[in-house]
């Protein structure tokens, strides 16, 4: 059935230093693959996302890639600071006309 | 996103009654979404409107009722609630179901003793 893999499940970075977060799906027909971050106790809200015709996004610290051959994207967030400090979403908008979100991230950036 | 209201925000209940969260959104998205979160599953679709008077159901809808019968509003109604239901529930809109971002509310914090 349709899935999304995310890993780490907790990633911990010194302030400063990049983080990656990687999700794998399995639906071939996804065409839309969003993040989102989750403060504590607050919304989800997208912070970037990319579509099947898109390679690679990025909106000042944080890049999004896709490799559609591999099924799977990736979240890069360089020069990391204390306000990154959340739990991130990826989700997939899957061929079945549903959007499926993977488990978390929880990203600790330690000053 | 002030556009997407949820309420109430909190609500504590017993098993076996029934309960409706309110979803109201201002954007006149056509689609709309409840979803629920808990701790290692991340956000589970519980069931999606296309349009008023259109709906269907998601990855959890057992329990579960929803109805759309103005496009801004999507109430989800828990018609006899069991301690399983206990959970954050999310409500989202967009403007297409394909590849348009989707807009959550704040959410409510359900328990059920």
């Known amino acids: 059935g349709e899935n999304v893999e995310q890993h780490p499940s907790t990633l911990s970075v010194q302030e400063g230093d990049s983080a990656v977060i990687k999700c794998t799906y399995s639906?071939?027909?996804?065409?839309?693959f969003p993040w989102y971050k989750q403060e504590l106790g607050k919304r989800p809200q997208l912070i970037i996302d990319?579509?099947?015709?898109?390679g690679e996004k990025k909106d000042q610290r944080i890049a999004v890639t896709l490799n559609k051959t591999a099924k799977h994207f990736s979240l890069h967030i360089t020069e990391t600071q204390p306000e990154d400090s959340a739990v991130y979403f990826c989700a997939i908008f899957s061929g079945t006309y549903k959007y499926i979100f993977g488990t978390g991230t929880r990203l600790k950036v330690l000053a | 996103d002030a556009g997407i209201t949820q309420s109430p925000r909190y609500k504590i209940t017993e098993t076996g009654r029934q309960v409706t969260l309110m979803c109201h959104q201002t954007w006149s998205h056509s689609y709309m979404f409840w979803y629920r979160q808990d701790l290692g599953h991340g956000l589970r679709l519980i069931y999606y409107s296309a349009a008023a008077d259109i709906t269907d159901k998601g990855e959890v809808p057992d329990g579960y009722v929803v109805s759309r019968s103005k496009t801004e509003n999507f109430p989800l109604t828990l018609e006899s609630a069991t301690r399983s239901q206990t959970s954050v529930y999310f409500c989202a809109s967009s403007a297409d179901r394909g590849n348009q971002p989707q807009h959550f509310g704040d959410g409510t914090r359900l328990s059920i003793l």
């Open positions: 990319i579509r099947s015709n898109v």
């Open positions: 639906d071939s027909a996804s065409n839309y």
